[in-house]
């Protein structure tokens, strides 16, 4: 599957930079979000290059939606000349079982750091789903999908080497992205988090709350650049093309900037409400 990402999105308004949320929310460390009860789905992208993403210490909330569906790991392309390739780490998922009313201002907590099997929201979380190492495809409760290898590279399209799984972007001549399936998976209410590491490339973050119809597929796309710039876009693809609606944007403040560094990217959606974290600090609260 084919799309093309904008890097600057047109906004319906002028954009909101980062710093424009609550300054509560803007300084205080990682928050204990309660949970919502939107079916969802959740990917991870990366641009021109390898995503390097270690999950180390917090949670891998997987995906539901009308029909059951899969979370998929996602390549993007974005270069006349290189492609690009996804090396995803250990995955933790933990689904919420019950739906507690949200509290307005979430409580306070810092995200563990030790590569323990530990779930950073853990009063909102009801059960550890399943750990997995992605080091191969044995985890029965995932599936991940394992595609055939690309003409004359030798590589798959989506499947594990040298201990990682990989998305593959096959199409160096546009801007693109590849999305690798969990088949198996069928998960409503979550929280999110990775730690990332874009190792070359122009882009990483995460798709979720996908759902697809019969013609189209609707999802959410939070993009982060080496840079520091990021942007959450509503993702509508259809027979007709992409479509793309950024909602906020802005330059993260507290930022790893460049290659080779790693910043812990977590989301928190609960009914309408989704919450972003960058490096464990609360940086924008949308309503869609």
């Known amino acids: ?62 995906m539901n939606r009308p029909s059951p569906g899969p979370p998929s790991i996602v390549t993007v392309n974005h270069t006349p000349t290189d492609k690009g390739t996804t090396n995803i780490g250990t995955i933790n998922v933990v689904f919420n079982q019950a739906i507690p009313q949200p509290t307005t201002t979430p409580d306070n907590t810092s995200v563990p750091t030790s590569t323990d099997v530990q779930n950073p929201y853990a009063q909102d979380m009801q059960a550890l789903q399943f750990n997995a190492s992605l080091q191969d495809n044995t985890n029965p409760q995932v599936k991940w999908e394992e595609s055939d290898t690309t003409g004359n590279t030798g590589r798959s399209i989506c499947g594990f080497q040298s201990r990682y799984y990989h998305a593959y972007a096959t199409d160096p001549k546009n801007d693109s992205y590849t999305s690798c399936l969990a088949q198996q998976t069928n998960f409503a209410d979550f929280t999110y988090e990775v730690q990332m590491t874009i190792v070359e490339g122009q882009a990483g973050g995460v798709f979720f709350r996908s759902q697809d119809s019969q013609n189209s597929q609707f999802s959410y796309m939070f993009l982060i650049k080496p840079d520091g710039y990021c942007a959450l876009y509503v993702v509508l693809n259809s027979a007709s093309g992409p479509d793309f609606k950024g909602l906020v944007g802005g330059t993260i403040k507290r930022f790893n900037t460049g290659l080779q560094q790693t910043n812990t990217i977590a989301i928190v959606v609960r009914g309408s409400q989704i919450d972003i974290y960058v490096n464990q600090i609360g940086i924008a609260r949308v309503t869609d």
Not at 13 to 38: D, N
């Open 1 to 62: 599957m084919s799309q093309q990402p904008p890097y600057r999105p047109q906004y319906d308004a002028q954009p909101q930079q980062w710093q424009q949320v609550p300054a509560y929310y803007q300084e205080q460390q990682t928050k204990k979000p309660r949970t919502m009860s939107k079916e969802v789905k959740i990917a991870l992208i990366t641009t021109v290059g390898t995503l390097l993403v270690a999950i180390v210490s917090g949670v891998f909330a997987l």
